[in-house]
């Protein structure tokens, strides 16, 4: 979910029914931190507690200074990323490419469980792919280095988001643990998200490809887990609230290039169901000024509500 989970989107999904939310993922390589896409993934100023941020890498004690310099600008939470299946991730020996390597996945964990003070998390895939699925001893390393909280994505790093998700693993790896379990991967309903809660026993769900364009997929799913009851999906003015509110805060957060640029994808994701969107996203995506954008995406909005009171008349 790097590019996607930036502080406007976050603090967003909060305020939506969401739980917990965790940080873009940042490098451990605290020398390219300087970088503007960096120091933008490290503000957390404002936002709410607790303060998840995740890191990356393949060296134990560059991940363990990245930890404490984290928790030192804010963090609450350091989680580490063993789940990214990109290919220049997993090409620097990072994200899900460390599952390969068990001796080196405890060595990482250790140091950066002694390094902070906070609790530190773990994200991983079921294995490297479906002949080497090895999820379950990685689990047990993660819970004897003290892992406060385990996410699994139900998938190899080879099936990337291909297939269906692997509930059963997750399953087995609840079992075989102690600590928490988070299930991840394909759950895009209040529906799904019962079900799999369901099938796996986990503890949490995690949802990352689901809210996109769709950040009250949190709250629908809180509602339903709480009542056994659907809540209503928002109406067409408060789709058009919620996404001008983001993109007033991608504005501001990013300013007015990066952010014109950085909104387009964000309102194609929250449009894609509606009629017209394709068309739409053809001339937004040319657009090229803040104010431009707003009013571009309230015509869009107010001719969908003419239509809708056409068919109702």
Known sequence: MAGVTDQPFRQLCRRLGAGLVVSEMVTSDVRLWNSRKSSLRMIHSGDPEPRSVQIAGGDPEMLAEAARRNVEMGAQIIDINMGCPAKKVCNKAAGSALMKDEDLVGAILDAVVKAVDVPVTLKIRTGWDRSN???????????????????????????????????????????????????????????????????????????????????WIFREIAHFLATGTELAAPALHEVERILLEHLAALHAFYGDVMGVRIARKHVGWYLATLPGAREFRAEFNRLDGTDTQYTAVRQFFAERHNKETEVAA
Do not use: C, M
């Open 133 to 215: 699925k090895n999820g379950l001893n990685v689990a047990k390393i993660a819970e004897q280095a003290g892992i406060a909280a385990l996410a699994v994505h139900g998938r190899t790093r080879a099936d990337l988001y291909t297939g269906e998700a692997e509930y059963d693993t997750i399953a087995a790896i609840k079992q075989a643990v102690s600590i928490p379990v988070f299930a991840n991967g394909d759950i895009d309903s209040p529906h799904k998200a019962k079900a799999v809660l369901d099938a796996t026993g986990a503890d949490a769900l995690l949802i990352g490809r689901a809210a996109q364009g769709r950040p």
